[in-house]
């Protein structure tokens, strides 16, 4: 795996943090808590476009966004006792299943 690669699943992680963020500041508003997701907003672009580099774009954003969203619905269900029914596990998996396609599938950009 690339560096390219590397870059793209940390901003996923960042990604992550930062949509977790916005919950934060529902549950306390104040200055950290919005500077930190300024923070992570700016540091997220910055990984995608550097990975963007080296990896097509329609294939880095979408793993990029699939992983994202993959991520917080998890972290949904663990910290915000959103909904873990079958249904929404499985439409998971799927998108788990496209961005493995995409990378099996992709060309350097």
Known sequence: MNLYWV???LAVIVEIAWAMSLKWIQINPGVLSIGSSLVLTGLNMLMLSYAMRGIPVGTAYAIWTGLGAVGI???GIVFFKDPANAS???FMALIVV???GLKLTSAPA
């Open 98 to 100: 496209g961005v493995i």
């Open 7 to 9: 870059v793209l699943l």
């Open 88 to 90: 929404r596990l499985a």
């Open 73 to 75: 619905t998890l972290l």
